[in-house]
T-cell receptor
Framework: DGGITQSPKYLFRKEGQNVTLSCEQN?????MYWYRQDPGQGLRLIYY???????QKGDIAEGYSVSREKKESFPLTVTSAQKNPTAFYLC?????????????FGEGSRLTVL | QQPVQSPQAVILREGEDAVINCSSS?????VHWYRQKHGEAPVFLMI?????EQKGHDKISASFNEKKQQSSLYLTASQLSYSGTYFC??????????FGTGTSLTVIP
């Protein structure tokens, strides 16, 4: 079945550590996105990518980094520079040609900094 | 950059109607609507592409006024399953995808 897989689902991190959240899709979608959601809040765009080896910052990119070495993969690294990383992280993808252009989401990764 | 939604929260009794509005200060290329249940990923409801377009399925419909950069979601005869947080989403020519501020909808028996 086609879809988006995020891992891990839950992650605990000590302050000062970098962590990488995985996002893999087998939908052959061009665009991939990372969002952050805090309790009771909306989804804020961290980074997005339209094509392999290219990505753009969203509104809250500071303290985060991404790579897009393969079309299927868009990992997000939460660095120690991110001052308040505890949040729910959602990865999404969508086609840029054909289809409705709707976003398909992974199940999310919940990061807690201890 | 984030589209603004109103109201922020609404409580309905089963069978009542609701309207959720989404407004952007920037030009909208298309508008999506999603519903999110607590702790889950958002689920796609519909997309509107053209100015003045209306769409709907079952008892949920939406309109998009491209000139005013506004969209509205209409929920009629609400059911308990409609509870959740509703987000509009907007794309621009740069393929960025921004979500609105969100509207919490609670349907009570």
């Amino acid at each position: 079945d086609g879809g988006i897989t995020q891992s891990p689902k839950y992650l605990f991190r000590k302050e000062g550590q970098n962590v990488t959240l995985s996002c893999e899709q087998n939908l052959n979608h061009d665009a991939m996105y990372w969002y952050r959601q805090d309790p009771g809040q909306g989804l804020r765009l961290i980074y997005y990518s339209q094509i392999v080896n290219d990505f753009q910052k969203g509104d809250i990119a500071e303290g985060y980094s991404v790579s897009r070495e393969k079309k299927e993969s868009f990992p997000l690294t939460v660095t120690s520079a991110q001052k308040n990383p505890t949040a729910f992280y959602l990865c999404a993808s969508r086609p840029l040609r054909g289809g409705t252009g709707e976003l398909f989401f992974g199940e999310g990764s919940r990061l807690t900094v201890l | 950059q984030q589209p603004v939604q109103s109201p922020q929260a609404v409580i309905l009794r089963e069978g009542e109607d609701a309207v959720i509005n989404c407004s952007s200060s920037k030009a909208l290329y298309s508008v999506h609507w999603y519903r999110q249940k607590h702790g889950e990923a958002p689920v796609f409801l519909m997309i509107l592409l053209k100015g003045g377009e209306q769409k709907g399925h079952d008892k949920i419909s939406a309109s998009f006024n491209e000139k005013k950069q506004q969209s509205s979601l209409y929920l009629t005869a609400s059911q308990l399953s409609y509870s959740g947080t509703y987000f509009c989403g907007a794309t621009n020519t740069g393929n960025q995808f921004y979500f609105g501020t969100g509207t919490s909808l609670t349907v009570i028996p």
